[in-house]
């Protein structure tokens, strides 16, 4: 156990909705990462939250967008949804207390499988 | 744009032999290289990391190599053991930037 969840396990939805997933960080992590894996692509950084601000994007559709909130816990949203979004969503935290990225270990959720049908 | 590359996508040892895993990557830039470990239905857990300027880390049975001139790096698991079996990501960052993860190869110890 990481010490990072994330909700829901599964979804299932249909092309053009939206849907919100949750991550909880690890006590004390002050960032947070979201990463895409599907089969095609394996794992690709998304988007990289540090103490409430953006630190890092990498690559994000448009369509989706994030956020970290005061208590640290962050929401990956995802609109207009197309099949190809399915896929397997993690995050991730780390204590990444300096300003600029370093080699702290990222802890991993289990991640969100979404289906998009 | 692939900037870090595994292209064997799966390998099968033997239990107590010599596994290596295999990592290309183009950017001469990056500062870090990773390894990571991930079971089914699990997120990927830190195996090992390697700065750009060395080029050999050891830990327990995990080693991993990198050679900057062919921009390429390997992870030497010794003995595998059945336990092993998993997904392996190679990861590369640049400070500053983002991490850039390879497709995987899903490594089969078999007993």
């Known amino acids: 156990d990481s010490g990072v969840t994330q909700t829901p396990k599964h979804l299932i939805t249909a092309t053009g909705q939206r849907v919100t997933l949750r991550c909880s960080p690890r006590?004390?992590?002050?960032?947070v990462y979201w990463y895409q894996q599907s089969l095609d692509q394996g794992l690709q950084f998304l988007i990289q939250y540090y103490n409430g601000e953006e630190r890092a994007k990498g690559n994000i559709l448009e369509r989706f967008s994030a956020q970290q909130f005061p208590d640290l816990h962050s929401e990956l949203n995802l609109s207009s949804l197309e099949l190809g979004d399915s896929a397997l969503y993690f995050c991730?935290?780390?204590?990444?207390?300096?300003?600029?990225?370093?080699?702290?270990?990222?802890?991993f959720g289990p991640g969100t499988r979404l289906t998009v049908l | 744009d692939q900037q870090v590359k595994q292209n064997s996508p799966s390998l099968s040892v033997q239990e107590g032999r010599i596994s290596i895993l295999n990592c290309d990557y183009t950017n001469s830039m990056f500062d870090y290289f990773l390894w990571y470990k991930k079971y089914p239905a699990e997120g990927p857990t830190f195996l090992i990391s390697i700065s750009s300027i060395k080029d050999k880390n050891e830990d327990g049975r995990f080693t991993v190599f990198l050679n900057k001139s062919a921009k390429h790096l390997s992870l030497h698991i010794v003995p595998s053991q059945p336990g092993d079996s998993a997904v392996y990501f190679c990861?590369?960052?640049?400070?500053?930037?983002?991490?850039?993860f390879g497709t995987g190869t899903s490594l089969t110890v078999i007993p």
């Open positions: 991730a935290s780390s204590p990444d207390r300096s300003w600029i990225w370093s080699t702290d270990t990222q802890y």
């Open positions: 006590s004390g992590d002050l960032s």
């Open positions: 990861a590369a960052l640049q400070i500053g930037n983002q991490f850039y």
